[in-house]
């Protein structure tokens, strides 16, 4: 584990996500940016961005790392964070002063651009005071228990290493996600060295104290458009096109397709996507924070629980109306 992702998850308790920045991108980089700064792709809260971190610390001057850090930022139009070992009292007072988004690990992490200014020994509690949602792990599992689930307490029969074996997380992700649950009063840890979890609340009851404490947000991180479907890549419908499977609502023309992050950066790797974009094509890739293919019983439909948080917030009319038929018909 990197500095960066051992300070954000002692700090966030998430996990960041990194990887090298695409070749062809980086070589179109001038060339002192190249030979200045050592550079990043990551994933940050569901946030892509380009770590930047420069190799000599020596030849840190703020007016020119505002001019390196824009050049970049326009060609991968991504967030850029500046990532530092260290830093002085007058550099650090500077960045803030231009709103620049840094991260000295063990130190802070000023990232005005997600809301965060997280300040060494008070950097956990001041994260929770601030972040009312579930941890998208906390959010999956608590509708794993909505969709599996036969009784509140039907999840205390398995440890959480075996929870983590059927849902396809780690151990670690589960802890952390049963923490967060437990964070907001919804379940109880039970035991020592073999820790279970039990609900509180009976199923329809959980979910309607989740929507009134406003703790579950939409799976979905963004929508790319292709013009074909990678081979191998299963198909659950989502969105417009799975809302006519739990309502009365018809589907629209546009195929949408959930995929979950991990698969979507996969096969974004290797290149696999046609003439990916953000305004058009025969398919609309759904990249979810949590696997869709864990929460479903069907064999062609995301669960209906987390299409109606995709749904939800939309402003139409005729689609509220279709998300109040997907809750009153959910079999709780």
């Known amino acids: ?42 994933v940050l809260l569901s946030r892509s961005l380009i770590i930047m971190e420069p190799k000599d610390l ?29 830093i002085s009292a007058i550099q650090r007072g500077r960045l803030i002063e231009r709103k620049v988004d840094f991260i000295v690990p063990g130190k802070q992490l000023f990232l005005p651009s997600l809301l965060l200014d997280l300040k060494e020994e008070h950097s956990r509690s001041a994260f929770h005071r601030q972040r009312d949602v579930l941890l998208p792990s906390a959010q ?22 075996l929870v983590a074996d059927m849902t396809g997380y780690t151990p670690m992700a589960i802890t952390k996600a049963a923490k967060d649950l437990e964070r907001f009063d919804l379940i109880d840890i039970i035991g020592t060295k073999e820790k279970s979890i039990s609900f509180k609340l009976e199923k329809k009851e959980l979910w309607d104290q989740t929507e009134k404490m406003n703790l579950l947000r939409s799976p979905v991180l963004k ?17 417009f096109s799975a809302i ?68 939800k917030d939309t402003g139409d009319e005729r689609i509220e109306m279709a998300c109040e038929q997907i809750i009153d018909r959910y079999q709780w």
Not at 144 to 161: G, N, P
């Open 244 to 311: 006519g499977e739990y309502s009365d609502l018809n589907p629209g023309n546009q195929d949408y397709i959930a995929v979950d992050k991990k698969i979507y950066h996969e096969l974004e790797k290797r290149q696999s996507f046609v003439n990916p974009n953000s305004d058009e094509g025969r398919y609309c890739i759904e990249v979810w924070s949590y696997n869709p293919v864990r929460l479903t019983t069907s064999a062609k439909y995301v669960d209906p629980l987390s299409l109606y948080l995709s749904l």
């Open 140 to 161: 999956f599992l608590l509708i794993y228990h909505l969709v599996f689930s036969t009784a509140r307490y039907s999840l205390a029969e398995y440890s959480l290493k």
């Open 1 to 42: 584990m990197s500095r960066l992702s051992d300070f954000i998850s002692k700090v966030l308790g998430e996990t960041v996500q990194e990887d090298a920045v695409p070749e062809l991108l980086y070589a179109n980089l001038p060339l002192f940016i190249r030979e200045t700064y050592n550079l990043k792709s990551a």
């Open 58 to 86: 020596d030849k840190l001057i703020i007016g020119n790392l505002l001019k390196h850090l824009a050049i970049v930022q326009n060609s991968y139009e991504k967030l850029v964070v500046l990532l530092l070992p260290s």
């Open 223 to 239: 929508r790319v458009f292709i013009d074909e479907i990678p081979d191998g890549l299963n198909l659950y419908y989502s969105y």
